[in-house]
Structures are given as C-alpha cells and as structure tokens.
C-alpha cells in the first residue's frame, strides 16, 4: 500500500486542525486546475476528477459535526489552485521546500493568512495550492491496481484537507484524516484506499 505523503511547504502557517476545536465551514472552493506538464494530456478528464473530489470533500467536511454546512459564517469564499505536473517538476518542489530530493505523489502548499485589517472582507480566501505528480500517480494505481480516477481523487482529497488544516504528524492525527477521507471517497463510489494495509504497520510520514 503506497502512503500519501502531502506535507505543508516550511511557510505555511498552520490551520486549526479537525480534532483541536471547530473548524469555521466555508462556501465550496472555487478550484483552478493548472496543466504544467504535457504527460497529462493523456488523461483529459483530470480536472474534472479534481474538481469532483475537492467539491465533495468541501461539502463532507462543511457537513459534519463541526460545521454548519456550506455557505454559513466562516470562512466564505474561498479559492485553490492544484498544479499537475510531473515527476521532474515535483521533485524540484520537494526539494526546495522540504529538502528531499526525489518526487513523491502530491504536496500541499496552506496559504498564509492575514491577521490584520487591510484585506477586502469581500475578497475570496485563498488555502493554497496542491500539486500532483503524474509519472508517481499513475505508478501507485498501477501497482496497487486500482483506477487512476480513483487514486487522483484520493490524491486530490488528500491535499485538500492539508490545505484547510488537517495532518497525520501523529497517530490519532492520521486516524481522524485517513476515515474522513474515506468517508468522502465514498461518497464517490470510490472504495476505502486503506483497507488492504498491515494494521501493524508504521504509518509512513514522508516518502
């Protein structure tokens, strides 16, 4: 079973997270997908697998017990861009931003916050960006022979919930992340990605 291993850039400051108080819902995120590299034209219905997955993890996360469902006071609007890219290009980020030198599957960049007066109350709040590798995402379907629209979704469910504030450093950290993104990929007809680990296996925080 492959890990994800989305981790926050080194700037990033980070969100509340799920299991430490309410998280403030937020309108669905208005998600720009950027192809930056020509191995994705072979999947020509990435963005719309993206855009499916973000969406349904917005209205999951907005739905459940610490939300008050999509559009209520919080966050509002709020913005994202996932970059899909390839191996080479994220292997770069990887290095730059967390000094490891070799691609992995997906990164989550939170956006900084403003904590002070002088941001339009109207303006739309960016979480961040995510990227995606192709050649590493292709590879971990194929292996673990499941669809690449599958793992693409978890993929991009994945980095969405880094974004927003979620993140498995410890354990029980990792259990609240892992079964809320089960329960969105289900809400997908996506089955649960997890199933087939060793229970007794130590959960991998990085590549």
């Not at 649960?192 to 007794?200: A, E, K, L, V």
Request: with cysteine; hydrophobic share 40%; net charge negative.
């Amino acid at each position: 079973m492959q890990k994800l291993s989305a981790e926050r850039a080194p700037r990033a400051t980070p969100l509340r997270k799920r299991n430490s108080g309410s998280m403030p819902p937020f309108v669905l995120p208005i998600s720009e997908v950027l192809v930056v590299a020509d191995c994705w034209q072979v999947e020509p219905d990435a963005e719309a697998i993206i855009q499916r997955a973000i969406a349904a993890a917005a209205d999951i996360v907005n739905a459940g017990p610490t939300g008050t469902g999509a559009g209520a006071a919080g966050f509002g609007e709020t913005e994202l861009a996932v970059m899909l890219t390839d191996d080479a290009g994220i292997r770069t980020l990887n290095l730059n931003w967390r000094g490891i030198d070799k691609p992995t599957n997906v990164l989550s960049f939170p956006a900084l916050q403003p904590t002070g007066p002088g941001a339009p109350e109207d303006a739309p709040r960016m979480l961040g960006d995510i990227a995606i590798a192709y050649q590493t995402t292709r590879g971990e379907a194929d292996d673990e022979q499941k669809p690449f629209d599958h793992h693409l979704s978890h993929l991009a469910v994945h980095g969405f919930l880094h974004l927003i504030g979620y993140d498995h450093e410890k354990d029980d950290d990792a259990e609240a992340m892992e079964s809320l993104e089960t329960e969105i990929l289900a809400q997908l007809g996506i089955p649960d990605p997890y199933t087939d680990r060793d229970p007794y296996m130590d959960r991998e925080r990085t590549d």
